[in-house]
Antibody, heavy 118, light 114 residues
């Protein structure tokens, strides 16, 4: 059974940095495209960014609100993906989910809460 | 950027009755390969979102047959033939364009039981 587990969520001050982790199991992680999707309190789902599989160059793409501040990476030897968040803003407060898929998102983690507050 | 518009945003339904959610895209999602890159998700309270429908009309593994997707181009519909209590939650449509690779969700439709 495919499983994704996020970790690393925390309370962080505005301007700070945080790294989230996503551990995959039950599937060939190295072939998966991994996206991060977030849900701010009382809001809907918002795609944050994606990393392709290594054979596709592990290229990354990001939504406009996070571009230049967030960075997605992967370590296929550990079946892990990461979301490094810099220059955090209050508006980045959300539950962050990792999910897999190219044109649709078939598996989702349970999410990890990031709270940006002074 | 493509904008996804869902309606209604709130959907009270009596158990056993049908339900329908509309999703409209500001640009056609029909690709040259004949596929519409439109998917539907259900986000139940306290759970992670789950995939219901992909490529516009294909049910994901394990999704009950009462869920169906239809549409092409810019207009899509998710139908539940007979709503059950376990179907409560927020339903989202999502588009996955090829270029640029910016996924966009609809605002969400909250289904509740009357």
């Amino acid at each position: 059974e495919e499983q994704l587990v996020e970790s690393g969520g925390d309370l962080i001050k505005p301007g700070g940095s945080l790294r989230l982790s996503c551990a995959g199991s039950g599937f060939t992680f190295s072939r998966a495209w991994v996206s991060w999707v977030r849900q701010a309190p009382g809001k809907g789902l918002e795609w944050v960014g994606r990393i392709k599989d290594t054979s596709s160059g592990a290229t990354t793409d990001y939504s406009a609100p996070v571009k230049a501040r967030f960075n997605i990476s992967r370590d296929d030897s550990k079946n892990m993906a990461y979301l490094e968040m810099n220059s955090l803003k209050i508006d980045d407060t959300a539950v962050y989910y990792c999910t897999t898929g190219g044109n649709w998102f078939g598996s989702w983690g349970q999410g990890t809460l990031v709270t940006v507050s002074s | 950027d493509i904008v996804m518009t869902q309606s209604p945003l709130s959907l009270p339904v009596t158990p056993g009755e049908p339900a329908s959610i509309s999703c409209r895209s500001s640009q056609s999602l029909l690709q040259s390969n004949g596929h519409n890159y439109l998917s539907w998700y259900l986000h139940k309270p306290g759970q992670s979102p789950q995939l219901l429908i992909f490529l516009g009309y294909n049910r994901a593994p394990g999704v009950p047959e009462r869920f169906s997707g239809s549409g092409s181009g810019t207009d899509f519909t998710l139908k539940i033939s007979r709503v059950e209590a376990e179907d409560v939650g927020v339903y989202y449509c999502m588009q996955a364009p090829q270029t640029p690779p910016l996924y966009t969700f609809g605002q969400g439709t909250k289904l509740e039981i009357k």
